[in-house]
């Protein structure tokens, strides 16, 4: 298998960013997610270099759905991300790891009046995604003798080829005002007082593998630019989201690189912008692509079984990495403390959840296994624990970053005692 540089194979074992996983698993216990924050870092200059080449004013707002966790936050913060943020935790997150209010995007098509009251009161702008928010967003900050500045979450109506529940922009989303809706949006924002309509934000899906689509957002966004310019909005950002897919299937999957991505969308921008006499900041908020190969889910084998295929049972299920079962979605696996030896026969990775879907990785070819086996599940670092659950009454399972040859906890694993904690006896 073509493993990334930061994973390597070394005396039989699976190494990520120098730490051998076969002595992590043994010192922090398994199931373990494990991150490489080199990987991370150089995942971040390779996009932002990407697009920079062709245009300074780009800013990077990562998305803080795909992975929760403070230090990932702290790591992008530290390269200048800013956040896409779709809950007040996030918002908290973004800020405890010192990214600027102006550098955040709030988000999301269900915000509640707590939510609204937090951008108010921050100063974070605001991608709107309906009128009704506008009207709550516009008195909110009345109340508070404030003015927000905001995006309209735009959908463009564009079908992309990926998994029908991460295609956003469809024109049956429930994300976004319809195109056929947003000018008289911006009209009432110009009107209302104490919104400013700065922005237009639009995200047409994840795990995209072409640029086509989005080639053609960019031009939807640049007709829009041209429409609010006519009705006197100056456009100071377009922010056109997310959605670069990474190459799961490491064998077979031709994904975009940055460079070619860049390429397909800048030409656009540029010269649109360039006819419409405006110089708008060019704002993407990547989740995957950043975080998405930088980590590894290690897995201890139970137990091995020969039904109608053969089983290897290990300690990581559903509630802990829910991509396979919720997407359909292929990750590769490796035998981490035999990564040397040559694939011996099909196995499926199955974990111990109470439900026929929880199968990690189906008919794979590995070699033999055993009871005490580590298996890396690759490329879990986005929608991976931040998905997690405690379904079966599972404690969630602890996180590692490495890094320049140390690893340390960046999560402890939950306890059956954290389990019980929130829960309460009612008196009677
Ligand atoms: C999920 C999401 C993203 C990130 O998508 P990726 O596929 O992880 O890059 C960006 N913007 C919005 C609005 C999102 O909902």
Not at 28 to 48: C, K, M, Q, W
Not at 370 to 399: H, K, T, W
Not at 403 to 421: C, N, P, S, V
Request: proline fraction near 6%; hydrophobic fraction near 45%; include cysteine.
């Amino acid at each position: 298998m073509i493993l990334p540089p930061h994973l390597m194979v070394k005396a039989g074992h699976l190494w990520i960013g120098g730490q051998d996983t076969v002595d992590l698993a043994q010192r922090f216990g398994t199931p373990l997610y494990v991150t490489d924050e080199d990987r991370i870092r150089e995942n971040f200059r390779r996009l932002a270099g990407a697009l920079t080449a062709h245009y300074p004013n780009v800013r990077i707002l990562y998305a803080a759905k795909a992975n929760g966790n403070l230090a990932v936050f702290r790591i992008l913060a530290s390269m200048g991300a800013g956040a896409d943020v779709f809950s007040a935790g996030e918002v908290s997150l973004a800020l405890a790891a010192g990214m600027r209010p102006e550098s955040l995007l709030f988000n999301g098509s269900s915000k509640s009046p707590a939510d609204l009251a937090l951008a108010v009161e921050k100063g974070i702008k605001v991608s709107v995604d309906s009128l009704d928010e506008l009207r709550q967003l516009n008195a909110a900050a009345a109340e508070a003798g404030k003015t927000v500045e905001i995006a309209f979450r735009v959908n463009p109506e564009i079908d992309v080829p990926t998994h029908p529940k991460i295609a956003t922009g469809l024109a049956t989303s429930k994300f976004g005002i319809p195109a056929g809706q947003i000018l008289d949006a911006y009209r009432e924002a110009l009107d209302a007082g104490h919104v400013n309509p700065v922005g237009i934000h639009c995200h047409i899906g994840s795990q995209i593998l072409a640029v086509e689509p989005f080639a053609r957002e960019v031009e939807v966004l640049i007709r829009l630019a041209s429409d609010l310019i006519d009705i006197g909005v100056d456009p100071s950002f377009i922010d056109i989201g997310g959605g670069l897919g990474i190459p799961y299937r490491r064998e077979t999957d031709r994904a975009p690189t940055p460079e070619d991505y860049a390429g397909a969308i800048m030409p656009i921008f540029l010269k649109g912008i360039r006819d419409l006499g405006i110089e708008p900041e060019l704002w993407i908020e990547p989740g995957r692509w950043l975080i998405g190969d930088s980590t590894i889910l290690l897995t201890r084998v139970n137990s091995v079984k020969t039904a109608h295929r053969t089983f290897a049972n290990v300690d990581a299920g559903f509630n802990l990495f829910i991509r396979p079962a919720m997407y359909d979605a292929h990750h590769e696996v490796v035998a981490a403390n035999k990564a040397d030896t040559p694939p011996q026969r099909e196995y499926s990775v199955a974990g111990p959840i109470c439900e026929m879907g929880d199968i990690l990785a189906s008919d794979r070819m590995l070699p033999d296994l055993e009871a005490g086996d580590l298996i890396a599940v690759l490329d879990a670092g986005a929608y991976g624990f931040a998905m997690s659950s405690q379904y079966n009454s599972r404690p969630r399972c602890a996180e590692v970053l490495v890094a320049g040859g140390r690893a340390a906890l960046m999560r402890r694993a939950e306890t059956i005692d954290d389990l019980i904690a929130t829960m309460l006896t009612p008196p009677w």
